[in-house]
């Protein structure tokens, strides 16, 4: 009388081998998971871990457009727009990180501000000296 042997398929060749074996005979492939494996001595496993960068695009938005309103402030109605446009980014940009650009934006689109009005003020006195 024969006795029934319970096999397996090795799922790296796909040969017939016993329930019970830790190696494949057909293929030297480890069955299931042994402390030492051979090849694991040959190839270490090397893992790569990319560092996500975090950026600010509204924030760096609102600190250049503060900047270009910095230097074009002497243009009556551009300026107000830059300016605006500019508090409006920086102060969006000011609740994600990173905020470095985005408060930077916003203390100089402040003094932009306050140049704005000193430029108008000046205008605003030397129209009122020439209508007089």
Same mark, same amino acid.
């Given at each position: 009388?024969?006795k029934?042997?319970?096999?397996?398929?090795?799922?790296?060749?796909?040969?017939?081998?016993?329930?019970?074996?830790?190696?494949?005979?057909?293929?030297?492939?480890?069955l299931?998971?042994?402390p030492?494996?051979e090849?694991?001595?040959?190839?270490?496993?090397?893992?790569?871990k990319?560092?996500?960068r975090?950026?600010?695009?509204?924030?760096?938005?609102?600190?250049?457009i503060?900047?270009?309103?910095?230097c074009?402030s002497?243009?009556?109605?551009?300026?107000?727009v $830059?300016?605006? =446009? @500019?508090? %409006? *980014? !920086?102060?969006?940009?000011?609740?994600?990180?990173?905020r470095?650009?985005a408060?930077?934006?916003?203390?100089?689109?402040?003094?932009?501000?306050?140049l704005?009005?000193?430029? $108008?003020?000046? =205008? @605003?006195? %030397? *129209? !009122?000296?020439?209508?007089?």
């Open positions: 009388m024969e029934d042997i319970i096999t397996k398929l090795c799922p790296y060749c796909g040969e017939e081998v016993s329930l019970k074996a830790l190696k494949c005979k057909h293929c030297g492939e480890w299931d998971e042994t030492y494996r090849e694991s001595v040959s190839q270490p496993q090397v893992i790569v990319q560092i996500e975090k950026t600010n695009g509204i924030g760096t938005a609102g600190f250049v503060s900047l270009v309103c910095t074009l002497w243009l009556p109605g551009v300026n107000l $830059l300016w605006f =446009i @500019g508090l %409006l *980014l !920086s102060f969006v940009g000011m609740f994600k990180r990173p470095g650009l408060i930077a934006g916003f203390i100089i689109s402040i003094i932009d501000f306050i704005i009005v000193v430029i $108008l003020g000046a =205008i @605003g006195v %030397l *129209l !009122s000296g020439l209508i007089e």
